[in-house]
């Protein structure tokens, strides 16, 4: 995220690139875990029931695709940079909240 803005490359580049880091960072764990699944079958994380929950939000995320893309039109480019960097500082924070609750409890 930090490089975002010291790239200066814009959000179309950013939110593409994000996108296939994403898609292909969870491409990758399928395999794992259908493996993790056939070892363990009492601990598998893809299941049938898991199946059926993911079809039933793909319209919600389709829905948030659309949405996202007509939010994205009316963002100014330094407020949604501000927004990205904003929304990744929060989320640093909430993951060292945790990792320290972790730790100390």
Partial sequence: MAQFGAARI???QFLGTSAWF???FNAV???LFLYLGYAEPDSALITGRSLTLDLRLLPTMA???VAGKSLLAVLS???FENLVIG???AASFKLAADGF???FS
């Fill in 101 to 103: 609750a972790a730790v």
């Fill in 29 to 31: 764990k399928v395999p």
């Fill in 22 to 24: 994403y898609f292909v």
């Fill in 77 to 79: 480019e330094s407020l």
């Fill in 87 to 89: 929304l990744a500082a």
């Fill in 10 to 12: 814009d959000r179309n």
């Fill in 63 to 65: 829905l948030g695709a």
